[in-house]
């Protein structure tokens, strides 16, 4: 690559910086925090890969989400749908072992996801009321099969592999995200399938006369949607080395904060994976560093708002 | 008698470097109704749009009932005394017909709390002077097309205007319910309220208007009342002489190959109703009408879009179902539609996602996107159809509407197909992209292609096509040959005064097809 063409790429970089937003974003507050909270081990490799592995699971369930958000739907369901998921897998452990746990594990999800596309696509339900009530019906499931008590994982291998385990310093989460981040990143930017789902969110009118048949796309980035929270689940299950119907409450807020963060639209046509994957290690980062400073938990919870509305504030075009 | 109602004086409005009206000048007697007529484009809408405020004009002044606004706004015009109906339908689909008509003017019960059994009666009421069947409880959402305009004119009509503009007011409405209207209209009159009425049916204003003021180009080119204007003449006004852009392009005689398309009975929901017609390889034809004629429901069936209720399809002779736009893609159809930042493109994507949305699994391999690919049926087709854009990186948003259009002929010349349906191409175009656009079409038909082209621009549709189709009412009511529009003995005249003389005779032809389906319906009746 010439100089030039160097020079001219770290202009449009730079000129498009609302669109970069993230990643300056990402890199200022990691500064702010590397000098102010130094001496309090922010820096410590242990204290950076722990805020991988608490975000892990939202950028699992962010990277579908930003083929869902892109194709112009929502799914509220995913947080229900991962805790729905740690219980399935945990209980079919019990009884047919790790294989078992997570055929069921995945089954949980696909059936999920193919139920929530049925009904938006067929029935003709909006993805955000098909999803929202989702929401109740997994977690109503959860605690009805379990009978709200947590369900042990007695299996050393299948915790190790889905969430518990380490390979010398790296958790294996962090391989886990950056594998289904790499294989969402080119699933969305290099296939048909990923055009198309962008196409039936810029403009579905455009796309169905385009010969796209916009209801299958939808249903199936329902379903790839489910899917991930499924995985999400079976990493929760697998780092806690039990199934709980409570595991994932209220993620679904952080997962589609963590895409539009990213620069995906809620309107749809536009999304990027690692946009949405930095999205979530920025929340993950904020967290973290509000925990350092020492704030209370009602603090972090204000502060944290704050930075996001900031965040997306300053990515949009008319300031 | 001639009191004035409206005056306004030497309106102008330019859009940016566009002119849309130059020095008009309209005057409207309080108890006339008064035609405002024109082709498109010829600057009605833009000159009822100053009058109910919606555009401040460059320079001119208006006065109503003497009195001269200064403000410009709608709600200056309203309070001065203008109502108006709006042709693109201004009704919240969710609320009822009665919601509707008084919507910001709620009736209010002693508490001030919306008092909707008071507007429900009021808005019978209305129903009840226009001798129609509406009912007020109704939602809009529900009703039919026709039933929507009777509200739209209904919501006028409540305002009690001393001026009651009415633009295109009868496009969707039965005969019977167009009667009654202009009944409802001349008591209106005997009121003494000056309607101004807007249509492109000239039986309509013979029947209706005392008077009538011409547009063309927006310039104002007669005022005259009715008995001065038979149909011959108001038509050669409105037409006038084109000396722009469209004379230039050569029409050459194209030669016809083997039938491609063939509808036989075809009817839709609504409309197209029983149109049996057949496209030749290498032909234009021209689908010629007015609005609500069902030209753009007889394309979007033939694409797939649309479900067919009755008939048959025949592509090259073989019977064909078209239930979905990818059955039409793959037997060889593509369709540019009507609304080209909607159903067109995708105006935030870039050049090149947008050109290969239709041929996504031929740029594909193994379900991977291959970026060579893109970039060689991109730029074909941007030197093909020369696109001016910065690059095929940019969004399609940043193009003008022209260049917009080209990428989406692009984007269906991409899946080259045999036969390609354009539904009103030029809308929003500029001159010198529009008689571009007309020559490609032209060329692609000597290609081999066939071509289907509704265009409400007659001149465009008479130097396009070979063949010209009237439709009104939903069905197909002539076909002839574009030279028969021609008369052997202008042949020496040049071509604008000979395209001038055709586009007479094809209006003449559509307003026939009007009547011949009106005189139809009431026999049905």
């Given amino acids: 690559m010439s100089t030039v063409e160097t020079h001219s790429r770290l202009r449009t970089f730079i000129g498009d910086w609302r669109q970069n937003i993230i ?74 072992g790790p294989v078992g746990g997570v055929i069921a594990g995945l089954a949980t999800g696909i059936a999920v ?39 042990p994982i007695l299996s050393p291998g299948y915790s190790w592999l889905f969430g518990g385990g380490s390979i010398g310093p790296i958790p294996v989460l962090l391989f886990w995200m950056l594998i ?4 969402g990143h080119v699933v969305l930017r290099r296939t048909g399938f990923g055009r198309r789902v962008l196409a039936t969110g810029g403009g579905e009118q455009a796309a169905r006369f385009s010969g796209i048949d916009t209801a299958q796309i939808k249903f199936r980035v329902l379903v790839l949607s489910s899917t991930a929270a499924a995985i999400a689940g079976m990493l929760y299950a697998g780092r806690l080395q039990s199934g709980r119907f409570q595991l994932g409450e209220g993620d679904e807020l952080s997962v589609i904060a963590a895409a539009v963060l990213g620069g995906t639209s809620l309107f749809g046509g536009k999304g990027t994976v690692i946009g949405t994957i930095v999205g979530a290690m920025m929340i993950g980062l904020i967290n973290n560093g509000l925990i350092l400073m020492g704030l209370e938990f009602s603090q972090q919870l204000i502060a944290r708002g704050g930075i996001i509305i900031l965040a997306v504030a300053l990515s949009q075009k008319k300031a | 008698m001639t009191q004035i109602a409206v005056r306004m004086t030497d309106i102008s409005k330019h859009f940016g470097g566009v002119r849309a009206l130059e020095n008009v000048s309209l005057e409207v ?34 006065e109503v009932a003497g009195q001269k606004l200064d403000v410009h706004s709608p709600e200056a015009s309203r309070a001065a005394g203008i109502a108006m109906n709006y042709q693109e339908m201004s009704l919240v689909p969710t609320l009822t017909v009665a919601q509707n008509v008084f919507l910001t003017r709620e009736a209010k019960t002693g508490r001030g709390f919306i008092n909707d059994a008071e507007a429900e009666r009021k808005t019978a009421e209305l129903f009840a002077t226009l001798g129609v069947d509406v009912n007020p409880r109704a939602l809009v959402g529900d009703l039919g097309a026709g039933q ?21 007011p009868s496009t969707a409405l039965a005969v019977s319910d167009v009667d009654r209207l202009f009944a409802f209209l001349r008591t209106l009159k005997e009121k003494g309220t000056a309607i101004i009425y807007v249509s492109h049916r000239m039986d309509e204003i013979a029947r209706i208007a005392d008077r009538a003021t011409i547009l063309r180009d927006g310039r104002h080119v007669i005022t005259a009342p009715l008995s001065e204007l038979p149909i011959e003449t108001m038509i050669e006004h409105i037409v006038g002489r084109r000396s722009l852009g469209l004379a230039d392009v050569e029409r ?41 004629s069902g030209r753009s429901s007889l394309v979007r069936l033939i694409a797939g879009i649309d479900p067919m209720t009755a008939g048959s399809i025949l592509i090259r002779g073989e019977p064909v179902r078209l239930r979905k736009p990818g059955d039409a893609i793959r037997a060889g159809i593509a369709l540019v539609p009507e609304a080209r930042a909607t159903q067109g493109i995708i105006p935030a994507h870039s050049v090149a996602s947008n050109m ?33 854009t910065a690059s095929r990186d940019h969004a399609v948003s940043t193009l003008s509407g022209g260049n917009q259009q080209k990428v989406v002929i692009g984007k269906w010349l991409a899946t080259d197909p045999d036969v390609l349906i354009l539904d009103e191409p030029t809308a929003g175009i500029d001159i010198g992209s529009k008689a571009e656009i007309i020559r490609l079409v032209r060329d692609l038909a000597a290609t081999g292609k066939a071509i289907l082209m509704i265009s409400s621009e007659l001149s465009e549709l008479l130097t396009a096509c070979g063949r010209i189709v009237v439709m009104a009412d939903g069905r197909a009511h002539q076909d002839m040959l574009r030279g028969a529009l021609d008369d052997p003995a202008e042949a020496d005249n040049d071509i604008a005064d000979r395209l001038q003389m055709a586009e007479q005779r094809l209006q003449i032809a559509i307003q026939d097809a009007l009547t011949a389906r009106e005189e139809a319906n009431h026999e049905y009746r």
């Fill in chain 2, 148 to 168: 929507k305009q009777l509200t739209e004119i209904a919501k006028a009509i409540s305002q009690d205007a001393r001026v009651l503009v009415l633009d295109e």
């Fill in chain 2, 356 to 388: 290969i949305l239709s041929v996504l699994d031929g740029v594909s391999q193994r379900g991977f996107v291959d970026e060579s690919r893109v970039r060689d049926v991109t730029d074909t087709q941007i030197k093909r159809l020369s696109v001016k």
């Fill in chain 1, 180 to 183: 289904l981040g790499a294989l």
């Fill in chain 2, 252 to 292: 050459g005689d194209t030669t016809r190959g083997e039938a491609l398309v063939e509808l036989r009975g075809v009817s839709g929901r609504d409309k197209p109703v029983d149109v049996s017609l057949t496209l030749y390889r290498g032909e234009v034809l021209g689908l010629a009408g007015l609005l609500g």
């Fill in chain 2, 29 to 62: 007697y309080a108890g006339e109704v008064h035609a405002l007529l024109g082709g498109n484009g010829a600057g009605k809408s833009t000159i009822l749009k100053v009058l109910n405020g919606v555009h401040v004009p460059t320079t001119g002044t208006i």
């Fill in chain 1, 113 to 151: 996801g193919c139920f929530n596309g049925w009904l938006t696509t067929r029935i003709g339900i909006p993805s955000f009321l098909t999803t929202l009530a989702m929401m109740g019906i997994a977690k109503g499931v959860a605690m009805w099969l379990s009978d709200t008590a947590a369900v």
């Fill in chain 1, 23 to 96: 990643y300056i974003g990402f890199a200022v507050i990691f500064l702010v925090f590397a000098l102010t909270l130094n001496d309090k081990g922010f820096l410590n490799p242990n204290n950076l890969l722990n805020i991988v592995r608490q975000t892990a699971m939202i950028a699992v369930m962010a990277i579908a989400m930003t083929f869902v958000l892109s194709a112009g739907e929502i799914d509220l369901s995913v947080g229900a749908v991962a805790g729905l998921a740690t219980v399935t897998v945990a209980m079919a452990i019990s009884v047919a």
